[in-house]
């Protein structure tokens, strides 16, 4: 997993509540186990019309917001059912960073595992934020893990909270698997004594 220490990019403004994770990636992309090949599904029903051709009003088709490396979302984003894919999508689409006032916990915790911050705020500052997105080419903003600010275009800052467990995790790219193989030497270590102790086991 990258570690995701500081991040700038532009942020979309996406005016949804309970944006769901099959609206964030539609059930017929899940016949995939890869991680890669997936942001050209994300938000498909939103983002394409019925003959194929891009959806023009929808934001990440927008000529601004078409590299966005931050979502800025409305309430409970990522409720639904608890496709891994959703956060496979947005990383591979090239979104590292989601700010709202609440999600889903099963996506919440995905997106820990897989490189793809979600951020809390409160319902006033995610306001601000997404008046901030709202700017266009100018709507860039920088996410400071370390120091937990959001920096806006103008120069504020928004602090956030993060759990500190999960913080280190991401500072230094450590998913479940990552976090085992730090254990490598002590495992291989107890495996040897094992053989040596129990050699018909």
């Excluded at 059912?81 to 989601?98: N, Q, T, Y």
Aim: overall charge negative; charged content about 25%.
């Amino acid at each position: 997993m990258d570690k995701f220490t500081k991040l700038t990019g532009v942020a979309a403004p996406m005016k949804i509540r309970n944006i769901d994770t099959d609206m964030i990636i539609p059930k017929q992309y899940l016949k995939t186990i890869k991680r890669t090949g997936l942001g050209t599904g994300l938000f498909s029903e939103l983002r394409f019309n019925e003959d194929g051709s891009e959806n023009p009003d929808f934001v990440l088709n927008q000529p601004a917001y078409r590299n966005a490396k931050i979502i800025v979302a409305e309430d409970n984003f990522g409720c639904g059912s608890s496709r891994e894919h959703a956060p496979w999508a947005l990383l591979d689409f090239g979104v590292r960073c989601i700010i709202s006032t609440s999600f889903a916990d099963i996506f919440f915790n995905n997106c820990f595992q897989n490189g793809v911050l979600p951020i809390r705020v409160s319902r006033e500052d995610l306001d601000k934020l997404m008046e901030d997105a709202e700017r266009g080419a100018n709507a860039t903003m920088t996410i400071d893990l370390e120091a937990q600010e959001i920096h806006g275009p103008d120069g504020g800052v928004v602090k956030f909270d993060i759990d500190a467990f999960r913080k280190h995790c991401m500072l230094n790219g450590l998913d479940d698997i990552g976090l085992t193989m730090q254990k490598d030497s002590g495992i291989s270590s107890y495996e040897g004594n094992l053989a040596n102790s129990r050699p018909w086991a």
